[in-house]
């Protein structure tokens, strides 16, 4: 099956065509094309995202982005003489389905006519959670697609497509980028951690997940961000903070509070620690470069602690078999580092199942992925009618299959 899958919920443009094969679960997915384009440049004067902006830019981009996934999968063929993909251009649902994106509209039907109906079985669309009108933007493009080329039309939820990416084995094959789906036993337990959430969903089976813990403010990302702009490092904090952090040796001088450590639930709460954070630095009045990284380090120590502590004392609750950590947080060596450390203190020891580096960060692959799992255990898409964008879209009321 060749699913091409669009992801619009944050600040990143992307669209990815895989090819998948195999039985659920023992499917393989070859990357045929991954492109992400991100605004975080644009967004960087704001110190976050910037919604009307992150809207405006995917409709500016999502035609250039599909153009060059088509082409780099080989998929991109300009229609025949005979064809008759001009009547696109005059097809009113298709026309009135990106109504509210003028500069999307414009740019679609200047290019869909022109190109022969790819060889693809399915789209995919994030449909949440996320920024509700950039979600909305991805949805209604997606949705014109599947109508322009006659093809069913996924919604997927975003924080699936990450848990998936934590299931991806990397078969090695010298021409081709193709993963398999790991055998993953159950009770399993994902800890999500990204820019806009930071949960723990136990997944009793595929599809099936339950949150057995979540912030209660900020997410971990969020915080990095935050922290980050406070000691004046570019937006997104999360990477600028961990290499700030490698360069500290010796002992920190400064302490900062681990919250909810002793919460005795598996809840998080990140927006004390950045506050501490604050105080410090208010504290401290001027803060040279040494403090900088001290305490870049000490924040990286504690949301590190308080992420593998929380996850191991969940996975031990609820007896879990395997551990999925994905999201963009988790590119973080030594959030990694610290829930490996945890997890083998204590046997019996959990399967420990990173999202590969690449894949951490939002992409629309990981979207197809979660797509042709969905797709191979027998799931059907909906009408794209029914199809919204859901801001606030939670992992545990996703329709079991
Ligand atoms: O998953 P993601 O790309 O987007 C959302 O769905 O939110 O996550 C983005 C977040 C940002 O807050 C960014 O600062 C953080 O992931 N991040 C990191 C690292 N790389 C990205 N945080 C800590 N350490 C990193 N190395
Ligand atoms: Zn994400």
Redesign the pocket.
């Known amino acids: 099956m060749k699913i091409l899958a669009i992801e619009t ?2 600040d ?1 443009t992307a669209v990815s065509i895989i090819l998948t094969e195999g039985v659920f679960p023992d499917i393989s997915v070859r990357v045929l094309s991954n492109v992400v384009l991100s605004q975080t440049k644009l967004h960087v004067h704001y110190g976050g995202v910037f919604p009307s902006l992150a809207v405006r830019e995917h409709g500016r981009n999502l035609v250039p982005v599909l153009q060059q996934a088509l082409e780099d999968a080989g998929l991109l063929k300009p229609a025949s003489p005979t064809s008759n993909y001009s009547l696109i251009r005059t097809n009113k649902r298709i026309v009135s389905v990106m109504e509210r994106e003028a500069e999307l509209q414009a740019q679609f039907l200047k290019f869909v006519p022109t190109i022969e109906k790819p060889n693809l079985d399915a789209l995919a669309v994030t449909y949440g959670p ?1 920024l509700e009108p950039a979600l909305w933007v991805g949805i209604n493009f997606a949705k014109a697609l599947a109508l322009a080329w006659d093809m069913p039309l996924m919604p997927i939820n ?1 924080m699936e497509g ?1 848990v998936f990416t934590a299931f991806l084995n990397h078969a090695e094959n010298q021409k081709t980028t193709t993963y398999n789906l790991k055998p993953a036993i159950f009770p399993a337990l994902a800890l999500l ?5 930071t949960e723990l969903a136990l997944m009793r089976d595929w599809f099936a997940y339950e949150i057995v813990g979540e912030t209660k403010d900020d ?4 915080a ?2 935050k922290v ?1 702009r406070m000691l004046g490092l570019p ?5 600028e ?2 290499r700030l952090a490698a360069r500290f040796r010796g002992t920190p001088s400064i302490t900062l509070p681990r919250p909810m450590i002793d919460s005795g639930d598996f809840n998080f709460s990140f927006s004390g620690l950045k506050t501490a954070v604050l105080y410090k630095i208010k504290e401290l009045g001027e803060i040279s470069e040494d403090m900088k990284t001290e305490i870049a380090h000490e924040f ?1 120590e504690a949301v590190a602690e308080v992420l593998a502590l929380k996850t191991v004392a969940a996975a031990e609750h609820y007896g879990v078999k395997t551990i999925l950590v994905a ?3 988790s ?3 030594r ?1 990694r580092e610290e829930l490996t450390r945890a997890i083998n203190r204590r046997p019996p020891t959990a399967d420990l199942l990173f999202a590969p580096k690449g894949l ?3 992409n629309a692959f990981m979207i197809a992925v979660a797509a042709a799992a969905r797709f191979a255990r027998g799931a059907s898409a909906p009408s794209p009618n029914t199809i919204t964008a859901q801001g606030g879209a939670r992992l545990d009321s996703l329709p079991a299959i």
């Open positions: 919920s944050c990143e996320g975003h990450h951690i990204s820019g806009g959430h997410a971990a990302g969020e990095f961000d980050a937006y997104p904090g999360g990477p903070i961990a990286q999201g963009g947080v590119a973080n060596q959030i951490t960060g939002d």
